[in-house]
């Protein structure tokens, strides 16, 4: 018996260094060092405890607050329009249909490839002056839009491609809806009610604890996007696209002043942490878990 813990405790012994190294570690770090003023460009020196004072900053900095701003209208713009785009494709694809599997991972690709710093600067490119979509635009007599220039545009690029990795997303769907009773639909069928109301009826409701998933991951990962504002606008122009983890980003290696880059890491965290909280408080008015709302069974 002792000998099989010492073999499992070996198996998971590099999960375990990994995540102590990279998970825990810099998660402690980060935290001590968001009271201090530890400036990068000097390693060897000691950081300075300076208590609240890097929050205190953060209150009267207009940059966190435009920051702020922008991250919170990216989220609230791309969470909803992502899941209904997401809900929409698998209803589609959970169709009995001739060589859906192909269809099925045709969909799922973007999300294998959308984070990646290729597909950013692909991106990039496509919404350039000359690129693809402007070409597109003056086929059909349209004039070209400066997409990545105009401040006005430069935040819906970032938008449409957290859009284009819908796919995870879709899996998840997909795989609730395979979940729902089909003799369901053939009573409501034979009741004579039409697909529409079929759909906001049965479908929908027994879809919410998945759509809750759903909810919540795309969150978290919305307030974490990074890639594609960095290499798409450099979080212009005049910081139209500039999201917090650009801002973290900077601080920390551009000015070097990791005690307010962590400072602002911690607020990040819990803006998240606050956001996660509502979501679950909520469930208990939306979600349906077979019973009663927000109660599993």
Do not use: C
């Not at 601080?251 to 965290?269: D, H, P």
């Amino acid at each position: 018996m002792y000998e099989n813990r010492i073999t499992g405790l070996l198996y998971i012994a590099p999960f375990l260094l990994g995540l102590v190294m990279f998970t825990l570690f810099p998660f402690v770090s980060s935290l001590l060092l968001s009271f201090t003023d530890y400036q990068l460009q000097d390693p060897v020196s000691a950081a300075h405890a300076i208590g609240l004072e890097n929050y205190r900053q953060m209150v009267g900095d207009r940059t966190f607050r435009h920051a702020l701003g922008v991250t919170l209208l990216y989220v609230f713009a791309t969470v909803p329009l992502k899941l209904a785009f997401a809900l929409f494709i698998a209803f589609v694809l959970n169709f009995k249909l001739r060589a859906i599997g192909l269809f099925r991972t045709a969909y799922y690709i973007p999300s294998i490839l959308g984070g990646s710093v290729a597909i950013a600067v692909l991106w990039r490119y496509v919404f350039a002056g000359d690129g693809l979509i402007n070409q597109a635009l003056g086929a059909a007599g349209i004039s070209a839009v400066n997409w990545l220039g105009d401040p006005a545009y430069a935040l819906t690029t970032i938008v449409l491609l957290r859009l284009w990795q819908f796919g995870s997303a879709m899996v998840v769907f997909l795989a609730g809806l395979q979940t729902i009773p089909t003799d369901l639909y053939e009573a409501a069928t034979v009741d004579g009610a039409g697909k529409a109301r079929i759909f906001f009826t049965i479908t929908l409701p027994l879809l919410t604890p998945v759509i809750f998933f759903n909810f919540v991951m795309q969150i978290v990962q919305a307030f974490q996007e990074f890639n594609g504002p960095y290499i798409i606008t450099g979080g212009g122009p005049l910081k139209s696209t500039y999201l917090l983890p650009l801002m973290i980003y900077d601080e920390a290696f551009k000015y070097f002043n990791v005690g307010y880059a962590s400072a602002l890491s911690w607020t990040l965290f819990l803006i998240v942490a606050l956001f996660t909280a509502l979501a679950f408080g909520s469930q208990r008015y939306w979600v349906f878990y077979g019973g009663e709302r927000g109660e599993r069974t």
